[in-house]
């Protein structure tokens, strides 16, 4: 495996895999928890962004494609040829999106695709509010991550922790705003939108446009809870990644 996929909880003889990309500022070592939930129904592949943890000193990524370009090339290189899922949440939800289209581009599509926390790219809006993370001084960036209580806050008050907080935080908020939504083709998989019903900065409406993105079944669970409502459903959340791939699978879907 390369440095920028991990598997924590390998199951060679999954009949699918699922590719996980993290939310902004966040690492492999957040989706732990659910690779553990889904192991079994999937094999479970996390990314691990360049600049943390320990992929800490290396630059951080500063484009969208940057992130799909390494990740399509790392996923190449694993073994195995299960269909293929993807998820993410938050910002990992535009990298999921994005390398969907990728793979649908090189004729190989995804089976589904599961975005969470994040709303449809017709909703433009930025990373952090009104203001782009460049202009933000670092007390305005822990307030907004405070908001989004994605980070215990005694982890915020820790001086001796924030220089490995700020930086990916900063950096994956500046890749956020810097990033265009191309218009293309709709998907043809099916997507799975999730969002928490008190996200300060996700409306359910605005979740459900991701039905706009694909001309094939769209599904849309609101659970209760703000922007890392995961935290509290993993079961529940585990359970609708299992029973769509089985849904496929009934199908006899996949990947080309």
């Known amino acids: 495996m390369s440095d920028w996929i991990r598997c924590f909880h390998p199951a060679p003889e999954a009949p ?5 990309f993290p939310h902004a500022g966040g690492s492999a070592s957040a989706y732990h928890p659910l690779s553990a939930a889904v192991s079994g129904a999937v094999e479970p592949l996390i990314v691990q962004y360049p600049g943390r943890q320990d992929r800490h000193g290396e630059p951080f ?3 969208t494609d940057e992130v799909v370009d390494a990740v399509l090339a790392a996923l190449a290189q694993h073994p195995g040829d299960a269909p293929l ?3 993410g949440h938050s910002m990992g939800a ?23 926390g994040r709303q449809a790219p017709s909703v433009p809006r930025r990373s952090t509010g009104p203001r782009p993370a ?5 007390a305005e960036l822990l307030q907004d991550m405070r908001e989004l209580s994605g980070t215990d806050d005694e982890v ?10 700020l930086p990916p935080m900063r950096a994956d908020y500046q890749l956020l705003d810097d990033h265009v939504h191309r218009a293309g083709p709709r998907l043809g998989c099916p997507i799975v939108a999730l969002t928490g019903e008190s996200d300060p900065r996700v409306t359910p409406d605005g979740v459900r446009l991701w039905a706009d993105e694909t001309d094939a079944a769209f599904d849309c669970h609101v659970l209760a809870g703000g922007h890392f409502f ?3 459903h993993l079961p529940y959340v585990a359970e609708v990644i299992a029973s769509a791939l089985r849904h496929r699978e009934s199908e006899g879907t996949r990947v080309g």
């Open 134 to 138: 460049r202009e933000l001084s670092d």
């Open 16 to 20: 699918a895999r699922l590719l996980c």
């Open 61 to 63: 990524a500063e484009r």
């Open 230 to 232: 995961l935290d509290a």
């Open 156 to 165: 915020l008050t820790e001086p001796e922790l924030l220089p490995l907080i």
């Open 85 to 87: 899922a993807l998820f």
């Open 94 to 116: 535009v990298m999921a999106y994005e390398t969907a289209r990728r793979l649908t581009d090189r004729g190989r599509p995804p089976v589904a695709l599961f975005l969470s």
